[in-house]
């Protein structure tokens, strides 16, 4: 494959420059549900070459950084009654993607907690009940595509904020599940307050998981993620609800206007093999069962995006 697209965003805005139904040809079972199926083993994967992929950070290259085997590119997230289409971008003959033919400018903005962190007196304060980012950039977009929950859990050094404010009161630090909740329910009022979603589509990302505890596939002898090479059957999980996913349902299940939720949680969960383990940062030694090797299942969150765009035209 001569293209790559790497989708991992935290608000990700789309604006169709002109309104092309060049790729309108794609037949669509809007009946079928996308998240219901199971990983099949596809030789003709990956979808690209990471070494001929220039938007792919070193990190997420992990055939680049020695891991040795490839088959964890190789899988295919099927539905069980419909067939997940490949990506349009394998029609193009180009050694990079070249967004100007599809006609959209893509906006990526990186703000891990969708509210404003604000510098008073030398003291970094997250503030729950404040929309961060560039709003109107948003509000001029045709797709917005928000996903946070990955962030919250950074403590020490990593911790981005000093103090954490919701209204009036200002704490040291919160339970991170209850601060996420009042972030989104700040977010999703705004958006049931501001975007005209007749115009604006409104799509939330599901919360990507982890596999740091390898006893929730019952293996508890393994180290972490590390020397998995296939994914494991829905029936092997013991580690029941994913509980941040299951907070972003109940939030957006609240709201009066529409949006659309890319259940890529449990799908992902089955991907014990995806993760980098040890070939992550070839400069860092060090475990890595959260983020994802590329190609790999972040290109089928790519499809999943793409098929149900398709599927609201």
Request: charged share 25%; hydrophobic share 35%; with cysteine.
């Amino acid at each position: 494959m001569s293209s790559c697209a790497v989708a991992v965003f935290t608000i990700l805005a789309v604006t169709f420059l002109n309104v092309s139904a060049k790729h309108a040809h794609v037949k669509s079972n809007k009946f079928c549900n996308l998240y219901e199926g199971e990983w099949v083993f596809d030789d003709s994967y990956p979808l690209y070459d990471s070494n001929k992929c220039p938007f792919l950070i070193q990190q997420f290259n992990c055939s680049g950084n020695g891991r040795p085997d490839r088959d964890y590119q190789k899988y295919r997230w099927q539905p069980h009654n419909c067939n997940l289409p490949r990506s349009v971008l394998d029609e193009l003959v180009l050694e990079v993607l070249a967004l100007q033919q599809f006609n959209y400018m893509l906006m990526y903005s990186r703000n891990a907690f969708l509210v404003d962190i604000t510098k008073e007196k030398s003291k970094r304060v997250l503030k729950l009940n404040k929309i961060g980012g560039s709003v109107k950039q948003w509000l001029s977009s045709d797709i917005l595509i928000f996903d946070t929950w990955h962030w919250w859990l950074h403590t020490g050094r990593k911790q981005p904020w000093d103090l954490v404010q919701y209204g009036k009161v200002r704490v040291k630090d919160m339970d991170r599940m209850v601060a996420y909740e009042k972030a989104l329910r700040t977010m999703t009022r705004w958006i049931d307050r501001s975007v005209n979603t007749k115009r604006v589509k409104i799509f939330f990302q599901g919360v990507s998981p982890d596999h740091w505890n390898s006893t929730q596939w019952g293996k508890p002898e393994l180290q972490r993620c590390s020397g998995e090479r296939q994914p494991f059957r829905p029936e092997m999980y013991s580690g029941g609800r994913n509980l941040p996913e299951s907070v972003l349902e109940n939030v957006l299940g609240t709201m009066r206007k529409p949006v659309h939720l890319l259940k890529i949680t449990a799908l992902s969960q089955f991907r014990v093999d995806g993760h980098p383990s040890i070939y992550g940062n070839p400069r860092k030694i060090g475990m890595d069962c959260t983020h994802w090797c590329l190609p790999g299942i972040p290109d089928v969150w790519n499809q999943l995006l793409q098929e149900t765009l398709i599927r609201l035209n």
